[in-house]
Structure formats: C-alpha cells, structure tokens
C-alpha cells in the first residue's frame, strides 16, 4: 500500500518561509506526477504545485514566485519550498501522487493518493 507522509508545517510569522517534505513509500517518485495540494477551513481542498517523472512543474499562479516543488528521488522525498508566508497560505497542507509519468489535469480528484496533511499557520 502506498503511503505518504507530511511533515514540515507549523506556525509561524508572516514574511518567513517553510519547507514541507513529503516522504514517499512503496513506490518511487521517479514515476509518478507528485503534487501539493492545500485546503483552508471552509474552503475547496485547491492545487499548489506538481511535479512529473522528468522534473517539470506547474505552481498555482497564487503562489508563483514564492513557493517552490521539487523532489529528490534518491531520497524519495518530496519538497515545497514556501517563502514569504502570508496569513491566507494559513491551511492543511496534503501532498499527493498520480499514478502517471506525466502529471495530467491539477485538480484533487486526478489524484489517487494522498497523505494525512500537515498544518501551516501564518499569523501577521
């Protein structure tokens, strides 16, 4: 059985970054469309940022230029890099995967697998 587990989240001030790994077992990230997703109280579960087998990503055009995917398959660790936190990047961090080679479509429900989510929490 696949699993993915979260790590990374807390609280913090707005203007610091974060980073969230993503450990990755029972399959290796080198073949799967790997992805971030994020989901605030009282809000849809939305796309971050994924990553495919070959190392292009997609970032949500929300959060360009201040987060950051990436992954390293040694390791089979998953990254998102966040800068420059805002009080709206406040939500359940998850990270997923999508059993393809090439990440196709962004949305929740192209992806299969999922982790438990770890929180962020930005205050200004």
């Known amino acids: 059985q696949v699993q993915l587990v979260e790590s990374g989240g807390g609280s913090v001030q707005a203007g610091v970054s974060l980073r969230l790994s993503c450990s990755i077992s029972?399959?290796?990230?080198?073949?799967?469309?790997m992805g971030w997703f994020r989901q605030a109280p009282g809000k849809d579960r939305e796309p971050v940022a994924n990553?495919?087998?070959?190392?292009?990503?997609t970032v949500a055009i929300g959060v360009q230029g201040r987060f950051t995917i990436s992954k390293d398959n040694a390791k089979n660790t998953l990254y998102l890099q966040m800068n420059d936190l805002k009080p709206e990047d406040t939500a359940m961090y998850y990270c997923a995967a999508q059993d393809r080679l090439t990440c196709r479509g962004g949305a929740p429900s192209d992806f299969s697998e999922w982790g438990q989510g770890t929180q962020v929490t930005v205050s200004s």
């Open positions: 029972r399959f290796t990230s080198s073949g799967y469309c």
């Open positions: 990553i495919d087998s070959d190392g292009d990503t």
